[in-house]
């Protein structure tokens, strides 16, 4: 086991116009389960190849442990990486596949069969280690992958996308088998996805990156109550934070007509035009009478506990879409106006032009 560090780490793809990554640092806990979240092209694959070794470090360093990596070949660095695709030889067993690395190392017969065992053990592949890639569903298959790294006892795992290619069920299900195998072995792990649900129910801590800078590297929790700037405020949560833009005048935003309560913390840094956040279960329903942000219903998702209200709003600032969670008994029905509000504590104020958190 070992913790990881990136100092300053640039990866420059010949002939582009600017890095994919300027030059990341970021420290990873031994044993920790770090994951790295974004949109597509963000830089976050690149940077988990800069550490496997499959990307070129054009300056700065990475270190595993207290060795510096940034120059050692791929099969040198101790790592262990699990793809998208499985990468499985199909004319190959499950048992030979995951035994694979091991041969190639040279490891003792008898000491690869009790690896492969063990690691089959505790993936619930015992009784398919005779079969053949094409023989198992894809949720076994990457299990597989999975039981190839881990016989490897690496000191560190690096996961690229590994639940894109299955179904929703299925993805639900592994990410929870991935989560609690990494928390029982222990080992460092960096996993990529660009699913911020994904990416806030497995890690120990989540780095959010956009245009290869990282945004904010923090806890799931502080991610989703204390976002650092509007991307990460519209980035993480499912739905998205309902974002208004507004003005504000003596310690008070106004969106349009519409007063909307700020915490104290945020009056004395705001002026201008600012963004407030609100979170869809934040939102209280209220009358016409006691001043509320009117939301025409247009859409319910039903989801039996509860329900999201999709609605429209003619308050100038207001996006296009106001996202409400309400009862999943109790809801409003199509074509009704609803009146919300929130409490000033439950308020993320931005500034506009910045993107800076202006509340604390």
């Known amino acids: 086991m070992a913790s990881v560090r990136f100092e300053k780490a640039q990866r420059w793809y010949p002939g582009a116009d600017?890095?994919?990554?300027?030059?990341?640092?970021?420290?990873?806990?031994?044993?920790?389960?770090?994951?790295?979240?974004?949109?597509?092209?963000?830089?976050?694959?690149?940077?988990?190849?800069?550490?496997?070794?499959?990307?070129?470090?054009n300056e700065g360093h990475i270190y595993i442990g207290d060795r510096d990596v940034?120059?050692?070949?791929?099969?040198?660095?101790?790592?262990?990486?699990?793809?998208?695709?499985?990468?499985?030889?199909?004319?190959?067993?499950?048992?030979?596949?995951?035994?694979?690395?091991?041969?190639?190392?040279?490891?003792?017969?008898?000491?690869?069969?009790?690896?492969?065992?063990?690691?089959?053990?505790?993936?619930?592949?015992?009784?398919?280690?005779?079969?053949?890639?094409?023989?198992?569903?894809?949720?076994?298959?990457?299990?597989?992958?999975?039981?190839?790294?881990?016989?490897?006892q690496p000191q560190v795992f690096c996961m690229d996308e590994p639940l894109s290619n299955l179904d929703a069920?299925?993805?639900?299900?592994?990410?929870?088998?991935?989560?609690?195998?990494?928390?029982?072995?222990?080992?460092?792990?960096?996993?990529?996805?660009h699913d911020q649900v994904e990416a806030m129910t497995m890690g120990d801590r989540v780095a959010v990156m956009e245009k290869g800078y990282l945004q904010q590297v923090d806890t799931p929790l502080r991610l989703y109550d204390r976002p650092r700037n509007l991307f990460v405020a519209s980035f993480i949560g499912s739905p998205q934070m309902n974002l208004l833009e507004g003005v504000a005048v003596d310690g008070k935003v106004s969106v349009g007509g519409f007063e909307v309560p700020v915490d104290p913390t945020a009056e004395r840094r705001m002026s201008g035009r600012v963004t407030v956040g609100v979170r869809p279960e934040n939102w209280r329903i209220v009358t016409a009478a006691e001043g509320g942000l009117p939301v025409d219903v247009t859409v319910i998702e039903e989801l039996g506990a509860d329900s999201f209200v999709y609605g429209t709003c003619d308050v100038e600032g207001v996006p296009s879409n106001v996202i409400v969670r309400v009862s999943g008994r109790h809801h409003p029905r199509k074509g009704e106006v609803l009146y919300v509000t929130t409490d000033p504590q439950h308020v993320h104020v931005f500034d506009t032009d910045s993107g800076e958190r202006l509340s604390d």
Do not use: W
Not at 27 to 43: H, T
Not at 178 to 184: E, G, N, S, T, V
């Open 169 to 193: 069920k299925m993805r639900v299900h592994t990410r929870t088998d991935i989560a609690k195998l990494q928390q029982d072995l222990g080992v460092t792990t960096v996993y990529v996805t």
């Open 70 to 152: 940034t120059s050692v070949p791929p099969k040198d660095r101790d790592i262990a990486m699990v793809f998208q695709n499985y990468a499985l030889y199909p004319h190959m067993s499950v048992a030979e596949n995951m035994a694979f690395s091991l041969k190639m190392a040279k490891v003792p017969t008898e000491e690869r069969k009790k690896r492969v065992q063990d690691a089959a053990k505790i993936l619930g592949l015992e009784e398919y280690l005779d079969r053949k890639p094409k023989a198992l569903s894809g949720g076994q298959r990457q299990r597989v992958a999975m039981g190839r790294a881990i016989v490897r």
């Open 18 to 57: 600017e890095p994919a990554v300027p030059g990341i640092d970021l420290e990873i806990e031994d044993g920790e389960f770090m994951v790295l979240v974004g949109p597509s092209g963000c830089g976050k694959s690149t940077t988990l190849r800069m550490l496997a070794g499959l990307e070129e470090v």
